[in-house]
């Protein structure tokens, strides 16, 4: 049984600073690539930051210079480094996992930045 679960969200002011986590079982998470999305209510969920198997990293531009995505192989682990959080980073997170054939979703966490 494949779970994602994510820790690390809450409450923060404007320029503060959270940590995500998302640990992975049932997998062979050093083969899966590993991504963080976000989700506003009546808007698509988007693309936030992904690795890859490689530790090749990607972003969206709204959060280039700002956030940080790696991974921990040996703790079945991927982290999310959000630096500079502004208020329109408030969103519900989402942990995935992606190889091919296969697509995991973890059950979100919620980020708000208050200004």
């Known amino acids: 049984q494949v779970q994602l679960v994510e820790s690390g969200g809450g409450l923060v002011q404007a320029g503060e600073s959270l940590r995500l986590s998302c640990a992975a079982s049932?997998?062979?998470?050093?083969?899966?690539?590993m991504g963080w999305y976000r989700q506003v209510p009546g808007k698509q969920r988007e693309l936030v930051a992904a690795?890859?198997?490689?530790?090749?990293?990607n972003y969206a531009e709204s959060v280039k210079g700002r956030f940080t995505i790696s991974r921990d192989n040996a703790k079945n682990t991927v982290y999310l480094q959000m630096n500079s959080l502004r208020p329109d980073d408030t969103a519900v997170y989402y942990c995935?996992?992606?190889?091919?054939?296969?697509?995991?979703w973890g059950q979100g966490t919620q980020v708000t930045v208050s200004s």
């Open positions: 995935n996992a992606h190889t091919y054939g296969a697509d995991y």
């Open positions: 049932g997998i062979t998470f050093r083969t899966y690539a």
């Open positions: 690795i890859s198997r490689y530790s090749t990293t």
